[in-house]
């Protein structure tokens, strides 16, 4: 078996699992929506301000309702043993691993693109307007927060406070990824392209998007077999 098809075998099984039972998926998704409700009923701003704040609202709320879906990517395998079973068996780490970060990704993405939906009615903000970029800034910040929450999904499975743990330790590694998708997010919201002065910013989240998946790829065997 080829190593791009035991990547999708892996993926393709835990996003059949994640169908049948929902319990991430749930609980990620219902956090976003409250959060981007409450922030439309707790304050009364016009729409300028709303497409100021929106790049670091949506960047907040996608990182906060991933560590709830990323935090279940290891642990629904230690039931019965199966993450022993996953680790010994005949395929690569990077591909076990690659393998639940596609996973996630997907999850993740259809939880954004709700949210989108979601800002963009309670908060009056046409979103839509530069939609290719915004997609492109998105796949690559999404990318980034799930390959960093993988990882660390991985390394605290075995930890008591993992659900404690995994933000703590997340957080401090994703606020450059951060920081370049909210300053790019925040022309695109605004209806304005991605100009020279925020082509660094593109550069940038590009670069830890190859180092965290080069670094990761690389520890992962020392992750899971230690």
């Known amino acids: 078996m080829g190593f791009a098809r035991q990547v999708f075998v892996i993926a393709a099984k835990d996003l059949r699992a994640e169908i049948r039972t929902k319990e991430a998926i749930n609980a990620s ?3 976003a929506l409250v959060i981007l409700l409450l ?13 100021e704040i929106a790049s670091g609202l949506l960047w907040l709320v996608f990182a906060f309702a991933g560590t709830l879906l990323l935090n ?46 979601v800002f963009g009615i309670f908060y009056n903000v046409r979103w ?3 939609f290719a970029q915004l997609m492109l800034v998105l796949a690559l910040g999404t990318w980034a927060l799930t390959i960093m929450g993988t990882i660390f999904s991985a390394l605290t499975v075995n930890i008591r406070l993992r659900e404690v743990m995994l933000p703590i330790l997340i957080y401090p590694f994703l606020v450059p990824a951060l920081m370049s998708a909210i300053q790019l997010t925040l022309d695109l919201m605004a209806g304005k392209p991605i100009g020279p002065e925020k082509v660094a910013w593109l550069q940038m989240l590009l670069g830890f998007d190859v180092i965290y998946t080069a670094v990761t790829v690389f520890l992962v065997e020392n992750v899971l077999v230690g």
């Open 128 to 130: 839509t307007s530069q």
């Open 29 to 31: 998704a219902a956090f």
């Open 39 to 51: 922030f439309s009923f707790a304050f009364d701003l016009d729409p300028d301000t709303n497409r």
């Open 72 to 117: 279940r990517s290891f642990v629904r395998e230690l039931p019965n043993d199966c993450l022993d079973a996953l680790v010994a068996a005949p395929i690569p780490s990077s591909a076990l691993f690659l393998g639940k970060s596609l996973a996630n990704y997907v999850l993740l993405l259809a939880i954004e693109f709700l949210s989108l939906i």
